[in-house]
């Protein structure tokens, strides 16, 4: 009995050793697996961490990028308004001048165009002039200072101030607006860059 005993004791022995040694493997496995899954993880995590990252990087250079543009948009816009409201004041100048002002600026104008000797052509005035600016004494005594003729055509119905001359169907246009509006078109850009630069 002793010896059943003993073989008894001696295979229980063995068997706790083996399920130690056993349960010792399969702990040090459930770490190593549970290591190497946390390191995955983590891996995965920076990983994603980073994407997000740059994702953001790239929303906000996206985002910077437009309220750059939106505020680029706002101020052209606004020295646009601003342009046209130079504009309209220097419209609103010409439109105030008075007689000598007004007379000084056509005979500028009148002497400059490129008319042979002994030429006669057409001066119409807008019907918005006031009558008392381009006069019948006014007109003869700049024809006596210019090598071609001024005569009298019929006043032209528009909404801007200022003249026109023609020469049989050919028309040089001195309304103020349309001057105005041709500065604008040809000149704006230094204009701008006069009015805006610091």
Same mark, same amino acid.
């Given at each position: 009995m002793?010896?059943?005993?003993?073989?008894?004791?001696?295979?229980?022995?063995a068997?706790?050793?083996k399920?130690?040694?056993f349960?010792?493997e399969? @702990?040090?496995?459930i770490?190593a697996d549970f290591l190497?899954?946390?390191q995955k993880l983590?891996?995965e995590?920076?990983?994603?961490?980073a994407?997000?990252?740059?994702n953001?990087?790239?929303?906000?250079?996206? /985002?910077?990028? @437009?309220q750059?543009?939106?505020?680029?948009?706002e101020?052209?816009m606004?020295?646009?308004s =601003? /342009?046209?409201q130079v504009?309209?004041?220097?419209y609103?100048?010409?439109?105030?001048?008075?007689?000598?002002?007004?007379?000084?600026?056509?005979a500028?104008?009148?002497?400059?165009?490129?008319f042979?000797?002994?030429?006669?052509?057409?001066?119409?005035?807008?019907?918005?002039m006031?009558?008392?600016?381009y006069?019948?004494?006014w /007109?003869?005594?700049?024809?006596a200072?210019l @090598?071609y003729? /001024?005569?009298y055509?019929?006043?032209?119905?528009?909404?801007? =101030?200022?003249?026109?001359?023609?020469d049989?169907?050919?028309? =040089?246009?001195?309304l =103020?607006r349309?001057?105005?509006?041709?500065?604008?078109?040809?000149d704006s850009?230094?204009?701008?860059?006069?009015l805006?630069?610091?």
């Open positions: 002793d010896a059943i005993t003993k073989i008894i004791e001696q295979i229980d022995e068997a706790t050793v399920r130690t040694a349960e010792k399969q @702990r040090a496995q770490d190497k899954q946390k983590e891996i995590d920076q990983k994603l961490q994407q997000l990252t740059k953001q990087k790239v929303k906000y250079k996206q /985002l910077h990028a @437009r750059q543009m939106e505020v680029k948009q101020t052209l606004a020295k646009q =601003y /342009l046209s504009f309209s004041e220097a609103a100048k010409m439109q105030a001048w008075d007689v000598a002002e007004a007379q000084s600026f056509a500028s104008c009148l002497e400059q165009l490129p042979e000797a002994d030429k006669k052509v057409v001066f119409q005035p807008s019907k918005q006031p009558a008392e600016i006069t019948a004494d /007109l003869a005594k700049l024809n200072k @090598r003729e /001024l005569h055509g019929d006043p032209i119905t528009t909404e801007s =101030y200022g003249f026109v001359v023609d049989k169907g050919v028309q =040089y246009n001195f =103020y349309d001057l105005l509006n041709e500065i604008k078109a040809t850009n230094s204009i701008s860059k006069m805006f630069e610091e």
